[in-house]
């Protein structure tokens, strides 16, 4: 059975990333301002970002804890842990090669701060229109197979984080603006 109010909590904590990335991305001149005295936009991002990942963790290993009692349940297959281990590395493949291909100013929208950063065709961009989030998102799930997987509650949060993620896609695509 699925705790609503565990939901709800973990809804909200992992929301916030997301509406900051939206708000980064709608304004940029609004976020340089609130950046002042605390370094470059891109500097502050990037420090937002590992305290966003590490919400994210605590967010997934308090789910595991209140759905199952433990991170890792007993009887993990090895199937279980292969399809967990493909995820995994796929996903962290893909952010890697973004990082890489981007470099810091890249991924931290520095373009939106007036950065150069050359637009790149080559992989992972030559595979996928977003594969930083396509990586977050497979690794996402491979914890989740890894941790969760049977049990009834295994999808919920990585489709949470799915929506969350193809919110900010869209938002970066131009299809939509924050007033």
């Known amino acids: 059975m699925i705790d609503l109010p565990t939901l709800v909590v973990a809804a909200m904590l992992l929301s916030v990333e997301r509406v900051t990335y939206v708000a980064v991305w709608s304004r940029p001149g609004w976020f340089q301002e609130v950046c002042r005295g605390l370094g470059s ?3 502050v991002l990037a420090r937002l970002f590992v ?6 963790l605590m967010v997934f290993v308090a789910w595991c804890l209140v759905h199952g009692g433990r991170l890792v349940p007993h009887g993990r297959t090895i199937g279980i842990l292969a399809v967990a281990a493909a995820l995994v590395v796929a996903g962290q493949t893909l952010n890697l090669s973004v990082f890489r291909a981007l470099g810091r100013t890249g991924v931290f929208y520095g373009t939106r701060f007036g950065y150069p950063v050359p637009w790149r065709l080559t992989f992972p961009f030559s595979w996928l229109e977003h594969p930083q989030y396509v990586g977050a998102l497979l690794t996402i799930w491979g914890f989740f197979v890894l941790t969760r997987y049977p049990a009834p509650d295994w999808p919920v949060l990585p489709a949470l984080e799915s929506l969350f993620y193809a919110s900010i896609a869209y938002v ?4 939509t603006s924050v007033a």
């Open 41 to 43: 936009p891109v500097d």
């Open 172 to 175: 970066e695509e131009g299809r």
């Open 51 to 56: 305290c966003f990942k590490l919400v994210q």
